[in-house]
């Protein structure tokens, strides 16, 4: 009875979340500004940026355990699959960073993929092994990886032995445990992102993110680009394109809360969706036909940012270290 009416107070949450799905389930991007192609040589797509965490911090009857298989649906083979907790961790770091980042920045990522498949309970996590989105076999990073292959996957076998049975808990649940590429100099709400607010994701100061490269990036689009975007949101703009944007609202992070365009509001999630942005974090300017998006970090901004678990872990921070401190109040088990 308890997990029914759990299930029936997440689906009326969901059913509000509405106006964030296109952002939770993303569609193509705009030629202007292209999708990153997944590489074992950067962080890649965000699968808890598709799938959303846990729309309740109420721990569940029978709490996961850390050596229990896990279900995942593999959008590659349309279908749900199951894999070990060993083969997830190593999938799963494999698509999200670099095979030579530090290995603490790596245990770190294995321990927030592992907490956060299992903080979904008896939702699969949706990944994509074709595209090594979320999680990927060996066969996959065989083709990717060639020659360095053996040599690379015994290295994330090694380290998921040592971390397989840790999960970042919270009042003794697995947490959901986000994570993303680069935030705005300090990590987003989760209910700035996905409308409930978890207390472990309230945001942390993150200014290691600022010294990134791509930190910041600049996309233009023409004014038809964006007249049709604008279409898109349900809005016909007029002939003068420089008034079409109006102030923005930010929240404690850097995210823009809500902006205003055209007469109408809307939250910075729904725009960094309509405009194919890397971030939430943005500021939008015209001159000569040409709109400027200059955004700032790179995904949804919400729990671990792994640049900021590589400066991290570069300064000396063990894997333990580095989750404790982008998820307050969490704990380490067992």
Not at 89 to 100: H, N, R, V, Y
Not at 185 to 194: C, D, I, L, M, P
Not at 262 to 277: C, D, E
Request: contains cysteine; hydrophobic residues 40%; glycine residues 8%.
């Amino acid at each position: 009875m308890r997990r029914t009416l759990l299930y029936a107070v997440l689906l009326g949450l969901l059913a509000a979340a509405a106006p964030f799905a296109a952002l939770l389930f993303p569609g193509a991007t705009s030629d202007a500004q292209p999708q990153p192609t997944p590489s074992p040589l950067a962080p890649t797509a965000e699968i808890p940026e598709i799938t959303p965490p846990p729309l309740a911090s109420t721990p569940p009857d029978t709490p996961s355990q850390a050596d229990a298989d896990l279900c995942l649906y593999d959008a590659a083979l349309g279908q749900t699959i199951t894999v070990s907790p060993e083969e997830f961790l190593i999938g799963a770091a494999a698509c999200e960073l670099p095979a030579d980042w530090p290995d603490q920045a790596i245990l770190a990522q294995m321990v927030a993929s592992h907490s956060y498949v299992l903080s979904l309970g008896d939702q699969p996590m949706q990944v994509n092994s074709a595209l090594c989105s979320g999680w990927t076999d060996a066969e996959v990073l065989q083709a990717r990886w060639g020659d360095e292959f053996e040599e690379r996957y015994q290295h994330l076998a090694d380290l998921a032995q040592t971390v397989q049975s840790a999960l970042l808990c919270y009042e003794g649940a697995p947490a959901a445990a986000c994570y993303h590429s680069i935030s705005a100099g300090k990590t987003e709400a989760s209910q700035n992102v996905w409308v409930t607010a978890l207390p472990y994701l309230q945001g942390v100061d993150s200014p290691w993110d600022t010294t990134v490269a791509d930190y910041e990036v600049t996309i233009t689009y023409s004014t038809e680009q964006v007249y049709t975007m604008l279409q898109s949101l349900g809005l016909t703009p007029d002939d003068n394109p420089a008034g079409w944007f109006g102030g923005a609202s930010l929240d404690d992070a850097g995210y823009v809360a809500s902006m205003e365009i055209g007469g109408s509001t809307f939250s910075g999630t729904t725009l960094r969706s309509a405009f194919s942005l890397r971030s939430a974090s943005f500021t939008v300017s015209y001159s000569d036909g040409l709109f400027s998006f200059t955004t700032h970090g790179y995904g949804h901004g919400v729990g671990l940012s792994q640049y900021g678990a590589k400066a991290m872990a570069e300064g000396g921070a063990d894997w333990q270290k580095i989750l404790l401190y982008y998820f307050p109040g969490c704990q380490i088990e067992p």
